[in-house]
């Protein structure tokens, strides 16, 4: 037991045989198949080179599936990390360069060895926050965004990512609508079709890897992607040029603004430090300011680099021949005499500047292409107390999303399965991921929701799946690069929609409305924001902590405060919610809830509500079976009711009180001033008692006391 604790993969053994293997080999090929040109990607999105993705999906799947709680949740790049791992580190150096690729690196040491520690201290208890109604709406929030993400691969066009994913999905359908490049949709539909048709026929059949290979060969046979690189001088069109220039100028631009931003960083810190204690000097001021209108600049710059990225991607071309030479002509514009191949053509922009002598021109599909081959190599990375300091309040920050994005999709895929998570052991889980995959020059990672749906979705029934996914990362940098090369773009969207749509569940949203209103509200509400601020999902997972939290608090502040009265079945129920009528002289009064600073002067205005509304009250009994709890400030708010009541000449008693209230009121002297004689075991002996004593009062007549409704089904 001890053992499993420590290395948690010792209990998949058990019951483990060879199908249980077939099955997670079939799942981990299947993620792998994702994970590779995900990956890459994905390192692009964090501003390194794609080769960077690789590694990063390298080590990080295995550790933290062999370290971790939960036996189906994928890790590796992930789009919200990579954002903000690009945007924390672009202030310090450019991206893609030597120093930004090793700040990216040490990036994820640190917060590899933050959730490591997290975890050793046991401070995963901060998960016990995300209630099922925020991991419903997440879930589905999350699930649409992924779906959706993937459009532009379906309909072959390339857009610029907004600040928000529903601007982004605006230029998807603007660019669609300019041009849709049909092969590619065929590919993606029909990769649809095939394992949409293949789980109805036999759901045993491995549908993805089928649809996998059955286009990789149709995409190799019919030479689905056309690429050509061409000098800039074989595009017959001045104004591409005359574009493509004013690109390159801008690129070089932001570049050269960002080299000095960084250079103006690096003198405002040794001016800070020199300035040390006696506040802000004038040459730190003029600093501040520069980096300020250099920021400014560089936003300018994006803005315009954005512009004309745009005019170059709908330039529509269709490509002729001249000798060994392929030359291009604007769509619609050829020259007579000239014969075409009345395709369209289409030049390739990224965020990078064009080579005006290798020009890539589309006039096919997207395929993943070369992948790079080798292992990276395995340094730890450079440690130095000033970098560590500037990139720590942002590890924290990655460090605490990241996880939590990622126990929110552990626990949605537990909903699922039945399986019980360790919040603790997934932090150490991650933490290690992070941790030895810096050693394999791999950047922040963290639990993939695409990833995770495609590994649930293929079977996977332990971490051997993710051990096999990395293998087959190394399998493929070392030997299988040429076998992926045709596997069209198209394909790999496909396979990741329809993963994530199995996740959408509509009828979470029902059940929280039933169980509790707010609950259903704190749903509804956490999938807008995650809808809406896509693609920072921390901000939705964050709302609803945040709204769950504050009902928790009002419900705290405000228990439920029953004044009750004798069942038929001779058992105190609630008045309210029964419809009984109540003792005119006997309040009987059970407070459900901690009696503690936040809630204890409410028990004091319920009782003053009783009194107000019971001319005739003369004693209340406080049944104490909801109270579990109770502070310095409930027992002194307790002590002062106790007061006021004496004074007033009412009598109080207290029933059912729990061992721990009695020690508390016990060693402050309550328990005396109430009087030993007013408290008793249960409910129905301080009803005949107090019933007796008060009935029996010379000022009360005694056709007054007939028929009260605390004795009707008391029994003798």
Not at 192 to 198: H, P
Request: glycine share 8%; proline share 4%; aromatic share 8%.
């Amino acid at each position: 037991m001890a053992l499993t604790k420590i290395f948690p993969f010792l209990g998949w053994i058990k019951g483990y045989n060879a199908k249980s293997f077939q099955i997670d080999a079939l799942a981990g090929l299947t993620v792998a198949l994702v994970l590779i040109p995900q990956s890459m990607a994905y390192a692009q999105l964090a501003g390194l080179p794609a080769y960077f993705g690789l590694y990063a999906a390298f080590l990080p799947p295995m550790v933290a599936a062999l370290f971790g709680s939960s036996r189906q949740l994928a890790t590796g790049p992930v789009a919200v990390v990579s954002l903000m791992s690009a945007a924390s580190l672009q202030p310090l150096a450019s991206a893609g360069s030597t120093e930004f690729i090793a700040y990216s690196i040490l990036l994820a040491l640190i917060v590899g060895v933050f959730q490591f520690s997290l975890g050793v201290l046991r401070l995963g208890l901060v998960v016990n926050f995300l209630s099922h109604p925020v991991v419903n709406g997440f879930t589905n929030a999350g699930a649409i965004i992924i779906a959706t993400s993937q459009l532009s691969k379906f309909f072959g066009v390339d857009v610029d990512s907004a600040e928000h994913h529903y601007d982004t999905m605006i230029r998807v359908v603007q660019a669609a609508m300019d041009f849709t490049h049909w092969p590619t949709l065929i590919y993606g539909v029909g990769a649809v079709a095939i394992m949409v048709g293949l789980k109805k026929i036999n759901p045993k059949i491995p549908a993805v890897l089928v649809a996998v290979v059955i286009t990789t060969l149709l995409s190799y046979f019919t030479g689905y992607n056309k690429d050509v690189r061409a000098p800039l001088a074989a595009v017959k069109l001045p104004e591409a040029e005359q574009l493509i220039t004013e690109f390159n100028s801008t690129i070089k631009t932001i570049e050269t603004l960002s080299l000095e931003r960084l250079n103006a960083g690096k003198e405002l810190e040794q001016a800070e430090k020199t300035a040390h204690g006696h506040g802000p000097s004038l040459e730190s001021i003029a600093l501040h300011s520069q980096i300020a209108l250099l920021t400014g600049k560089i936003g300018q710059a994006e803005e315009q680099t954005l512009e004309l990225r745009s005019k170059l991607r709908q330039l529509k071309f269709e490509k002729a021949q001249q000798g060994d030479q392929a030359v291009f002509y604007l769509k619609g514009a050829v020259p007579g005499d000239v014969a075409t191949d009345h395709g369209t053509w289409r030049l390739k922009v990224s965020n990078s500047k064009l080579k005006t002598d290798q020009l890539l021109l589309m006039g096919g599909g997207a395929i993943i292409g070369k992948i790079p081959e080798g292992l990276p190599t395995f340094t730890i990375p450079k440690l130095q107390a000033n970098t560590i300091f500037k990139i720590l309040p942002t590890a924290i920050i990655i460090s605490l999303l990241g996880f939590m994005e990622a126990i929110a999709i552990a626990k949605a895929m537990a909903a699922k399965t039945g399986q019980k998570l360790d919040p603790n052991q997934e932090l150490i889980g991650q933490g290690l991921a992070n941790i030895i995959g810096s050693f394999g020059s791999s950047y922040a990672v963290s639990g993939s929701f695409s990833r995770s749906a495609v590994n649930l979705q293929a079977g996977a029934l332990t971490g051997i799946s993710s051990v096999i996914t990395s293998i087959m990362v190394v399998i493929t940098l070392m030997f299988l690069t040429p076998l992926l090369y045709h596997l069209p773009q198209a394909v790999l969207a496909a396979v990741i929609m329809m993963a994530v749509i199995g996740l959408i569940n509509t009828k979470g949203f029902v059940h929280s409305w039933h169980a509790q209103k707010h609950d259903g509200i704190i749903s509804i509400i956490t999938f807008v924001v995650t809808l809406a601020f896509a693609p920072h999902l921390d901000k939705g997972v964050m709302v609803g902590v945040g709204l769950s939290m504050a009902v928790f608090l009002y419900k705290s502040m405000r228990p439920v405060v029953a004044k009750l009265s004798m069942y038929k079945d001779g058992s105190l129920q609630s008045t309210e919610q029964h419809r009984l009528r109540g003792c005119r002289h006997i309040a009987v009064v059970r407070f459900d809830g901690a009696l503690f600073f936040a809630n204890a002067s409410y028990l004091d205005e319920q009782i003053l509500k009783y009194r107000n509304d019971m001319p005739d009250l003369r004693y209340i009994l406080l049944d104490a079976s909801g109270i579990n709890d109770i502070d310095a400030s409930g027992e002194e708010e307790l002590a002062l009711l106790v007061d006021r009541l004496h004074a007033a000449k009412l009598g109080f008693a207290v029933c059912n009180a729990k061992g721990p209230i009695l020690a508390v009121l016990d060693r402050t002297h309550l328990f005396d001033k109430i009087g030993r004689e007013n408290f008793y075991p249960d409910t129905k002996a301080a009803v005949a008692d107090i019933v007796g004593k008060v009935h029996e009062s010379a000022d009360l007549p005694s056709e007054g006391c007939k028929n009260c409704p605390l004795t009707k089904y008391l029994p003798n």
